[in-house]
């Protein structure tokens, strides 16, 4: 739909898009109804993703992985899962590879990256982060799970809420005090998994929309973690998470435009085909202008999503860019949804139609990496400094 070429991609990159495009039709779209019937993906989809090598990309040859050092591939799987319509997916498995992931890979120890990374690549081991807690969200100087040091392993209690992946995942990593009087300085990060004591997991969330992405509450209750489970350092928790949100708002700011321009799409198939007055909705002044409107503004933001892929690509994308993308892409997101509605008519508001659905999973994106109103101050801080 875009008039303007997108040149970013090679021949190369353009191969592996239409392996992702073949994948998910194959794999993903016929089973995403009874995903959102089950409120999770199955285990099997997650090792399939494995086989096909479309998980954990950055991860070194000596773990298994294929060592790709151009995020332009996982650009492309969020987009292509994006443009499926399928939202729980294109959450959930990103999350896993581009979100957890790198947090083992830059700052776990070789005896935790031995014993994760491997089954992260395979799908046998599905990734979770656990940041946010019933009274800590948007501001995680203020969570309350603790970790306290007890000289061969750390012992942590508390629970956290809204976790995407929650009720599958293997592994999860986890935010908390090791040194509640030190504000932001006293967090660090630790990878629990399911074998450790302790460690349960609520229901699914019965949730407004994204029903095939499993979402619940984790409950840490004196588990017993080994120390080679610390990410980095003591202390500096705060600082990875600050560090690595750039990526996961990046990468909610692609899922954003895929999934705005899907449902974008489907409404221009659906305007061409009913009719109204004699004549098709498409034929009325409003619906064209309506259309000329979402394109115009999916192409500008396709255009300024692959040229903050590329700035990633070379280590140069910050944290206020990055904001800047997840606020934009997200506003986008839930308007395009919202019209689209609109120009189905009553039509728009029944669930088996995609975009009724669409409207429902929008929502969150405002909300969940940080709410907009906070990458509003975060790209404020920058403007001013």
């Known amino acids: 739909m875009y008039q303007v070429p997108r040149t970013i991609f090679s021949d190369e990159h353009e191969l592996f898009r239409q392996s992702v495009r073949d994948f998910i039709a194959r794999e993903i779209t016929p089973n995403n109804a009874a995903w959102e019937k089950n409120k999770q993906v199955s285990r099997e989809s997650w090792r399939k993703l494995g086989e096909n090598g479309f998980l954990c990309m950055q991860a070194p040859e000596e773990y298994g992985g294929m060592g790709i050092d151009d995020f332009r591939y996982n650009a492309i799987f969020i987009e292509e899962l994006g443009l499926s319509s399928c939202s729980g997916p294109a959450i959930g498995y990103p999350l896993h590879s581009d979100i957890v992931f790198p947090y083992l890979l830059h700052y776990g120890t070789e005896a935790a990256k031995a014993k994760y990374i491997p089954g992260m690549i395979s799908g046998e081991m599905i990734g979770a982060i656990a940041m946010t807690e019933p009274g800590a969200g948007s501001d995680l100087q203020a969570i309350r799970a ?19 992946n929650g ?17 932001a300085k006293g967090i660090s990060l630790f990878l629990i998994d399911n074998s450790m004591a302790g460690f349960s997991k609520g229901v699914p969330f019965e949730k407004v929309g994204l029903h095939a992405q499993d979402t619940c509450e984790l409950f840490f209750e004196d588990v017993k973690v080994p120390k080679e489970n610390l990410l980095g350092n003591v202390g500096e928790g705060f600082k990875y998470l600050m560090t690595e949100l750039a990526q996961e708002r990046l990468i909610v700011a692609l899922a954003a435009v895929s999934l705005a321009e899907s449902a974008f799409l489907s409404t221009v198939e659906y305007v061409k085909n009913r009719p109204a007055f004699g004549k098709m909705v498409s034929d009325f002044q409003n619906t064209r202008f309506k259309l000329a409107e979402m394109g115009a503004k999916l192409e500008q933001g396709r255009i300024y999503a692959d040229q903050l892929v590329m700035l990633h690509n070379a280590r140069k994308l910050d944290g206020a860019m990055a ?16 019209e689209c509605v609109q120009l189905h008519g009553g039509y728009g508001y029944m669930w088996e139609y995609s975009v009724a659905r669409a409207f429902a999973d929008a929502r969150v994106q405002r909300i969940y990496a940080g709410t907009n109103e906070i990458m509003k101050e975060l790209i404020a801080r920058k403007i001013l400094q």
């Open 323 to 338: 904001s800047s993308a997840k606020y934009l892409m997200t506003e986008l997101q839930c308007w395009v949804s919202d």
């Open 167 to 183: 009720y599958l995942c293997d592994v999860v990593v986890v935010a908390a005090k090791t040194d509640p009087t030190q504000g």
């Open 146 to 164: 603790t970790a306290e040091d007890k000289g061969d392993h750390y012992l942590i209690n508390g629970s956290k809420t809204f976790i995407t």
